[in-house]
């Protein structure tokens, strides 16, 4: 048995020796030739009984040992150390202070001369980070120990939720905001007209104080734009992802000086910024007040002829709630004496109180009113406009593509006019013929006006003919006072294809002492001098001709407006009622 086959601790025999160098075991030994064969031993000249174990009291080096955040990165720290002389263990350890008694962490138990550390925060110690290694020789007692030099390594910085947000209070503004983490020694806002940003790239930022700055205004700006942070220390620069916003328009909303408005009926001819007087008339006056100047600004300065104001508000638009800022600073409120004031960039008439309070808001612009059918004849069709007439001053209506009539007799000029309704009567149309109607509104500041929908209505007929005995029949009979004594409707032809058995028309009659009755014939339109009374007995599928006659008495009285409703009673149906629908107005005499 050789000596490299022996354990710590063994007896070594001469005969062991012999072995190893393969020699015979009674072989005559020379220690000095023996030592010098054992790979290990001290060339010294002197040998112990340990070197011959393979053994060695000599501590291991660290030759050296360095840390850097990793400049491309984030999160990682590289280690590299390099040593020399017997190690049996290795470990690189990490802390938080130089000290390495605080968070310490195992990072390595390899000595493979480099290590990466990854997943490392910015927001633990600011990205600082402390680390050493220790090397270990185990083989005498008690073992060598040997601790590195302590050194500390910074992470790159980062940057997290970034934004870019339109100021709506002031106009061409964008609002920038992200967070900085980390140790930083410099940050960069740079904005783009691409996502790229390698179009119209700026820097509109560079700080370098201690305090770094995490918001930006940028200003005076149109359309969309892209924005990035660049954020830089020792280790080097990490750029956040790109953000873009699109800046809301610089609202200019020019105050003239001795705007002045007219009460309801009155003319003032000395009204900047209107049209015309016209349209004042159509707004209501809450004040009934005519000031030679609308007053003062918010700073109480007298604004002055050639002085201007450009003004926005809190929500970016001028509603109902909204307060009025100037728009060189976005925050003093504008005091408009609550006086009317016209804007032309959104087309508005608005009244802003002392603390620029907003109301009162209303297009100067008419809006489209609805256009609906109220009744027809054979040669008239009433219409009604229904809509806001505030600033409405002339209603057009149209036949056809044609100008009819012009009214101004509508209801305007109050804040409560927006659902105002205006019957018009178109008369002389030729009967069962389709006509186009629609109605337009305008006033001196838009002269073409705004059209409403266009209403498609076809005139009566002499005659109206069902196919079948339909559900309801209201008959509506209108007259006036004349020496006649009776009223006649138009022919109206029936088929009774839905009964089997016989059916009684019968009429609901009026109270007084008119009569409502019914004439009936086969063969034609019964006319004047049919067989009339109040009810008729009509055979099933066959095809009648009716007329209806209001007679009057011999008492002379009014007849405008009068409904009856006419019943079909078919027998085989178990004397169930079967109504039509059906109108006839102007009837002939």
């Known amino acids: 048995m050789g000596v490299s086959d022996l354990s710590s601790g063994d007896a070594i025999s001469f005969s062991d ?21 054992f790979d290990g031993i001290n060339a010294d000249g002197v040998y112990s009984i340990t070197e011959f174990y393979g053994l060695s009291d000599a501590s291991p080096v660290f030759s050296s040992f360095a840390a850097a955040g990793n400049s491309s990165t984030t999160g990682r720290i590289d280690i590299s150390w390099g040593t020399s002389g017997p190690v049996n263990t290795f470990l690189l350890k990490r802390a938080t202070n130089s000290d390495m008694d605080a968070n310490v962490a195992s990072v390595s138990t390899t000595n493979d001369a480099s290590e990466s550390d990854t997943g490392l925060s910015n927001t633990t110690n600011d990205g600082v980070y402390f680390y050493q290694g220790t090397l270990t020789n185990t083989d005498p007692n008690p073992d060598v120990v040997v601790n590195s030099s302590v050194v500390s390594a910074t992470l790159l910085p980062t940057v997290t939720s970034p934004s870019a947000t339109a100021n709506t209070g002031i106009g061409g503004r964008i609002d920038l905001a992200w967070t900085n983490n980390g140790t930083i020694t410099q940050v960069l806002v740079k904005r783009a007209t691409n996502s790229g940003m390698s179009a119209g790239l ?26 990035q942070v ?15 916003a699109t800046a809301t328009s610089a609202i200019a909303r020019t105050i003239e000086q001795n705007l ?36 003062s600004d918010a700073e109480g300065a007298e604004i002055a002829s050639t002085t201007t104001y450009a003004l926005t508000t809190t929500s970016g638009g001028w509603n109902n709630g909204s307060v009025a800022k100037l728009q060189s600073d976005g925050t003093t409120a504008f005091n408009g004496g609550t006086r009317f004031f016209r804007n032309d960039t959104d087309s508005e008439i608005l009244q802003i109180a002392t603390n620029g309070v907003i109301s009162n808001t209303i297009s100067y612009t008419p809006v489209a009113l609805v256009l609906s059918e ?39 000029g109050s804040s409560g006019n927006t659902s105002v309704t205006y019957d018009y009567t178109f008369t002389g149309l030729a009967s069962s013929t389709a006509f186009a109607f629609k109605v337009n509104s305008s006033n001196a500041e838009a002269s073409s006006g705004t059209d409403s929908n266009t209403l498609s209505v076809t005139t009566s007929g002499g005659a109206t003919n069902w196919s079948s005995v339909p559900a309801d029949f209201n008959l509506h009979l209108t007259g006036d006072n004349t020496s006649s004594d009776e009223l006649l409707s138009g022919a109206l032809t029936i088929n009774l294809a839905n009964g089997t058995g016989n059916t009684t028309i019968s009429c609901e009659q009026p109270s007084g002492t008119p009569a409502l009755q019914v004439a009936v014939s086969t063969s034609s339109d019964p006319g004047s001098g049919g067989s009339f009374a109040t009810s008729q007995t009509v055979a099933a599928a066959t095809t009648y001709h009716l007329r209806f006659k209001l007679v009057e008495g011999g008492n002379n009285i009014s007849l405008s407006a009068v409904d009856r409703t006419i019943t079909f009673t078919n027998n085989s149906v178990s004397n169930t009622a079967l109504q039509i629908s059906c109108r006839i107005i102007n009837v002939g005499r």
């Not at 020796?17 to 064969?37: C, F, Q, V, W």
């Not at 201690?210 to 359309?223: K, R, S, V």
Request: hydrophobic share 30%; charged share 20%; net charge negative.
């Open 374 to 412: 109220v009744s027809k004849t054979t040669s008239q069709v009433v219409v009604r406009a229904t809509g806001d007439t505030r600033v409405a001053k002339t209603l057009k209506f149209y036949k056809d593509g044609s100008l009819i009539a012009t009214k101004t007799d509508h209801t305007k």
């Open 202 to 227: 700026a820097t509109i930022l560079t700080d370098t104080s201690a305090a770094f700055a995490t918001t930006f205004a940028d200003t005076g700006q149109t359309g969309q734009k892209y924005y």
């Open 17 to 37: 020796i012999n072995d190893e160098l393969g020699n015979s075991s009674t072989a005559t030994l020379d220690m000095k030739t023996a030592g010098d064969s």
């Open 260 to 295: 002045n408005w007219g009460a309801d009926g009155e003319t003032n001819e000395d009204i900047k910024g209107w049209a015309t007087s016209e349209l004042i008339l159509c707004v209501e006056d809450t004040n009934s007040a005519t000031e030679p100047s609308f007053g």
């Open 230 to 244: 660049h954020i830089t220390n020792a280790t080097g620069t990490t750029l956040s992802s790109v953000v873009n």
